[in-house]
């Protein structure tokens, strides 16, 4: 039912676009740098300026390998900085380069994204140092080393601003989604409470029965006092241990099942004219093990709520639920998401993969082209 690819495909198109993109633009300061040099007359040893910010640029670059850490590579960076101002003092070449200048910015600033508070204030420090002795220590521009190095300190304190501004908004989002997630499992565990709560209290009823009609047999009547007060004390200690998960909170129902997907349908679309339900007959009766249904319908119930929030002008919503040998497929399609857009990484989806990764199944969410965004989760139910 769900494309699984579209999303991966667009955000393998958006990291080609911003290599392209920075790529250019040192290829343009790059350029500038050959100007700089040729006005200079300080041919070939001049060409050592070019150079150098060619090789600062492919170190930079290296950062966007899978499984490589920014922050190595702006270690690398800034020491081959460094080295190139030490030769320039000895030799006289190279100058400040402006490509190795946009370079040094780019990796600070990715490299302070995801830094903790120890490394940020030793990238912050070497890329002052690296950034703003370039022009200060090597040779003359054009009698200008005043100025360039006024301009590379404030490029330095643009770059470290940028820098923190995207790792406060990173940690920010990630508290925020760390709290859906624990939200998420709080809620799973009150559901699964409810449930087990009940099928324990039936196990305990049941041996209080048979312990008035059962034979008198001493050996039996042991068994079943055995069952009864087990299942008490895991009552009483599930009930202990959810009381402090709810802060105090009374005792709720169980929570809502497949059967209730119809109703929900119907609710989001009273007139019937766009939501389509999609269901294996005799869905709402399936016997599932605890929270699997519940968390069936908590995925449909949140993807029609991101339709709603997301996608109000669409005209065509397929509601699916599937019942296999071996696993609950629930998922919605929809169309309105906009060309190229969708629907933001909210922090309820991200909840529900949480949700639905502690029962050992799949979320996926994303667009299928044409304007289409669909969510699917896949739950293992076992044989039944």
């Known amino acids: 039912m769900i494309g699984g690819t579209g999303g991966a495909e667009r955000l393998r198109a958006l990291r080609w676009a911003g290599l392209a993109v920075e790529i250019v633009g040192y290829l ?29 640029a492919v170190i930079v670059l290296w950062r966007r390998r899978p499984g490589v850490d920014a922050r190595h590579v702006a270690a690398v960076a800034y020491a081959a900085s460094a080295a190139a101002t030490l030769t320039g003092l000895v030799l006289g070449q190279p ?27 030793l990238l912050c420090a070497g890329a002052g140092v690296v950034i703003a002795a370039s022009p ?37 989002r990630a508290s925020l989604l760390e709290r859906a ?31 008035v009609v059962a034979p008198a047999d001493p050996d039996v009547a042991k068994a079943l006092a055995a069952i009864e007060t087990a299942g008490a004390d895991a009552l009483a200690a599930m009930r202990a241990m959810v009381g402090v998960l709810r802060g105090g909170e009374a005792g709720r129902a169980p ?6 997907i119809p109703e929900m349908v119907a609710r989001f679309d009273p ?20 929270g699997v249904a519940a968390t069936g319908y908590r995925v449909v119930q949140e993807a029609l709520t991101n339709v709603r929030r997301h996608a109000p002008g669409a005209t065509r919503v397929e509601v699916e639920v599937r019942l296999r040998s071996d696993e609950l497929v629930v998922g919605v399609r929809n169309d309105g998401a906009g060309a ?40 293992p139910v076992g044989g039944r």
């Open 28 to 56: 343009v300061w790059i350029g500038v740098d050959i100007l700089f040099v040729a006005a200079g007359r300080s041919l070939p040893w001049g060409a050592a300026t070019a150079f150098c910010g060619v090789c600062i």
């Open 340 to 379: 190229g857009a969708g629907h933001p990484a909210g922090f309820g989806l991200a909840g529900m993969a949480e949700r639905v990764g502690a029962l050992d199944g799949t979320l996926h969410a994303g667009p299928a082209g044409n304007g289409v965004w669909t969510v699917t989760a896949r739950l």
């Open 255 to 260: 929570g809502a099942e497949l059967g209730a």
């Open 181 to 211: 997630r624990a939200d998420e499992r709080l809620e799973l565990a009150r559901e699964l409470h409810d449930v087990v709560a009940h099928q324990v209290t039936g196990i305990v009823v049941a041996a209080q029965a048979a312990r």
């Open 271 to 290: 007139d019937g004219t766009r939501a389509r339900l999609i269901a294996d007959a005799g869905f709402e009766h399936a016997v599932l093990p605890a």
């Open 95 to 121: 100058a400040m380069s402006f490509g190795e200048q946009l370079a040094l910015a780019v990796v600070t600033v990715a490299a302070l994204r995801h830094a903790d508070d120890r490394t940020t204030l």
């Open 136 to 172: 200060y220590l090597r040779v003359e521009i054009g009698s200008t080393t005043t100025a360039f190095t006024i301009l590379s300190a404030l490029g330095w304190g643009g770059t470290v601003a940028i820098g923190l501004l995207l790792r406060e908004a990173g940690s920010r």
